[in-house]
């Protein structure tokens, strides 16, 4: 269903204007407000008036996480601080996490925006929403929990973790949407066979899944596991947590992006020049309405391409591809880009393989050795050596045949690889320690 039918369905026209209308304020209010954007914007010779047309968005300089770390914790905040209710940061792995910030008017627009993935994604008033997203500075659990209750649903706020009694409280409290990252949705399949549950037995209809790269074929495994549709939800805390783009149930291909909210554009990563719909290149955001934490033309180093064609849902807005890669996640295997999400495909797609994989890349002598260490299935395990030979030339040849470079495989027993409870960890880089 659509949650807000006046704006999620407007003639690109009047969506445009009002792009416009809203990229003009953005610019002066990040101008009058933020010393370091005003600063890059006198150094590349715009000035907001310049702000003419939608086009003229190119002649913005690019935000990047670098400004964000240069600018810690709260440099680029474009309201006075009493104004802001609520901070995030970003897991931020290495280092000093980012930092944002909401004003009231943020949290009220990031639930009507989360409200709308919900209902776009066919969850409804009345649902029974199992949001297993960790809450806390990732912006996953909180954002997820406020646009259910805008919804309309009743939340169960479980957060990540203790995935048995997950399993216990959706038998119990009837859970119908099931809320958190891909990995750890098939973490909790696989529990729930360990303990003898049918996923069928359950009330769970439909998951929604982001904040971290899963392919189709995973899609496929998640929805064949526990029965249910998943959809691809996404969103990045920089340009305001989940709730940016997300699928609609009547496609489930490609994710709207919320385009009265943000500006999607797609650029060479290398040059940064803006590529013509339908090509693919690095994703950047402008922010239209934020207040606390706005960002303008904001680098997120995702890949995708923009989708312009009508969707038969009825929405207007643009829809993104699924996410196929980071700048920079891409390895560089003897001169081959690889992406994991290639390697995950190939995998997803072989029968006896279970969907737990992990990409070791090391350096022996001067040359780069990719090994894929993948689960496989107890009763392929179980079977004769030659089976499991058999298996691994296999997908050595597969991926071979995609990626043309090879790569050792290493088949191991079932519950080997270390099981998912947020963002799965899929490479291990040896070569940078
Ligand atoms: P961090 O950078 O610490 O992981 P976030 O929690 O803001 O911070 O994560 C945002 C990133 O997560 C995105 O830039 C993207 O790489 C990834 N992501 C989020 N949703 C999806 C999705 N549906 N598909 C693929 N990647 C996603
Ligand atoms: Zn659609």
Redesign the pocket.
């Known amino acids: 269903m659509i949650w807000n039918k006046e704006f999620e369905t407007l003639p690109r026209g009047e969506l445009e204007a009002l792009q416009l209308e809203r990229l003009k304020n953005l610019v002066e209010r990040v101008y009058s407000a933020v010393p370091y954007y005003r600063q890059k914007m006198d150094e590349a010779g715009v000035r907001p008036s310049d702000i003419k047309t939608l086009k003229d968005l190119a002649r913005l300089p690019f935000t990047t996480k670098e400004d964000l770390r240069i600018n810690y914790p709260f440099g680029l905040f474009a309201v006075p601080f009493e104004k802001v209710i609520r901070i995030h940061?970003?897991?931020?792995?290495t280092g000093k996490?980012?930092v944002v910030g909401y004003t009231k008017n943020d949290i009220d627009s990031w639930a009507e925006l989360m409200a709308r993935t919900l209902s776009a994604g066919g969850a409804y008033k009345g649902d029974v929403v199992h949001n297993a997203y960790g809450y806390g500075l990732?912006?996953?659990g909180l954002g997820a929990h406020y646009g259910a209750e805008r919804l309309g649903a009743a939340v169960i706020p479980i957060s990540g973790g203790n995935t048995k009694r997950q399993i216990m409280i959706m038998q119990d409290f009837g859970s119908t949407v099931l809320m958190c990252t891909?990995s750890y949705a098939l973490n909790i399949a696989d529990v729930m066979k360990e303990m003898g549950v049918d996923p069928l037995s359950l009330k769970l209809r439909v998951g929604l899944?982001?904040?971290?790269?899963?392919s189709e074929n995973m899609r496929n495994e998640i929805e064949k596991r526990l029965g249910i549709k998943a959809i691809?939800?996404?969103?990045?805390?920089?340009?305001m947590?989940?709730g940016v783009?997300s699928e609609c149930i009547e496609e489930q291909k490609g994710?709207h992006v919320f385009e009265d909210y943000f500006i999607p554009e797609i650029i060479n990563p290398e040059t940064g020049e803006a590529l013509p719909n339908g090509e693919q290149g690095e994703?950047v955001f402008t922010t239209l309405t934020k207040e606390a934490f706005p960002v303008i033309r904001y680098r997120?180093?995702?890949i995708s391409r923009l989708i312009t064609e009508p969707c038969s849902c009825g929405r207007t807005f643009y829809r993104m591809q699924?996410?196929t890669g980071?700048t920079d996640?891409m390895l560089i295997i003897r001169g081959v880009n690889v992406f994991p999400s290639q390697i995950e495909h190939v995998l997803m797609g072989i029968k006896g393989v279970e969907p737990h994989y992990q990409i070791i890349v090391d350096r022996e002598g001067a040359l780069d050795v990719m090994e894929v260490q993948v689960e496989v299935s107890e009763d392929i395990f179980s079977d004769k050596v030659k089976a499991l030979e058999g298996l691994g030339k296999r997908i050595e040849r597969e991926i071979k045949d995609l990626l043309g470079t090879t790569c050792r495989i290493k088949l191991v027993e079932p519950k080997t690889i270390q099981r998912s409870e947020g963002?799965a960890k899929r490479v291990i880089d040896n070569r940078k320690l």
């Open positions: 940061a970003s897991s931020g792995t996490p980012t990732f912006t996953g891909p899944f982001g904040a971290e790269p899963w691809d939800i996404f969103g990045l805390s920089e340009v947590g989940p783009a994710l994703l997120s180093k995702d699924r996410i980071r996640d963002k």
